[in-house]
């Protein structure tokens, strides 16, 4: 159902909150909200280790109740070894289709001193709104530093953080 159909049939707000941190290493491509950053490391993880696509897969799955992403997507299993995180993304996505429901909007903040994030904020939020199959301007991409301290300060690693907000039928 799409959104203005569910807001007029007074449809359950859900919000969900997603956490998530890698550690960056040589020799990996660095990868954050779909999008190919050119950088020294990448992200260390089973998968591409998009730190900003698994916390907003978080959220979503939070949002339904639905666990987390290591419930639809266990690290152990060799099927997911360096999988792309757009597949993650577009199955939260599509498990609020599945029960009747639509994103209101999605956002996300990545934490880290490098690289920088602003110039690619654009992309990243048009490759999240095009996984989700939302308009644009309901995705948010920003950054911020954490002041040289700590894992991220040091730049031994990337976190994130995403915040999401579904609106699911009522009894969903």
Same mark, same amino acid.
């Given at each position: 159902?799409?959104?203005?159909?569910? @807001?007029?049939?007074?449809?359950?707000?859900?919000?969900?909150?997603?956490?998530?941190?890698?550690?960056?290493? &040589?020799?990996? *491509?660095?990868?954050?909200?779909?999008? /190919?950053?050119? +950088?020294?490391?990448?992200?260390?993880? +089973?998968?591409?280790?998009?730190?900003?696509?698994?916390?907003?897969?978080?959220?979503?799955?939070?949002?339904?109740? /639905?666990?987390?992403?290591?419930? +639809?997507?266990?690290?152990?299993?060799?099927?997911? *070894?360096?999988?792309?995180?757009?597949?993650?993304?577009?199955? $939260?996505?599509? %498990?609020? $289709? +599945?029960?009747?429901?639509?994103?209101?909007?999605?956002?996300? =903040?990545? @934490?880290?001193?490098?690289?920088?994030? =602003?110039?690619?904020?654009?992309?990243?939020?048009?490759? %999240?709104? &095009?996984?989700?199959?939302?308009? @644009?301007?309901?995705?948010?991409?920003?950054? =911020?530093?954490? /002041?040289?301290?700590?894992?991220?300060?040091?730049? /031994?690693?990337?976190?994130?953080?995403?915040?999401?907000?579904?609106? %699911?039928? %009522?009894?969903?």
């Amino acid at each position: 159902m799409d959104l203005k159909s569910l @807001i007029a049939t007074g449809a359950l707000p859900r919000v969900g909150t997603g956490f998530d941190v890698h550690a960056l290493a &040589e020799g990996r *491509k660095l990868i954050l909200c779909g999008v /190919e950053i050119p +950088h020294d490391k990448g992200l260390a993880g +089973h998968s591409d280790a998009d730190v900003g696509i698994h916390a907003l897969c978080d959220a979503l799955y939070g949002a339904m109740a /639905e666990g987390d992403i290591g419930r +639809h997507f266990p690290p152990g299993e060799a099927t997911w *070894k360096d999988a792309d995180s757009a597949r993650f993304l577009r199955h $939260a996505a599509g %498990l609020v $289709a +599945h029960k009747g429901g639509a994103i209101a909007n999605a956002d996300v =903040t990545l @934490i880290c001193e490098r690289p920088k994030i =602003t110039p690619h904020a654009p992309e990243m939020r048009a490759r %999240l709104a &095009e996984l989700m199959g939302i308009p @644009i301007d309901r995705v948010s991409v920003k950054a =911020t530093t954490s /002041e040289r301290l700590g894992f991220t300060g040091r730049g /031994e690693g990337i976190a994130a953080q995403a915040a999401a907000m579904v609106l %699911l039928p %009522l009894g969903s």
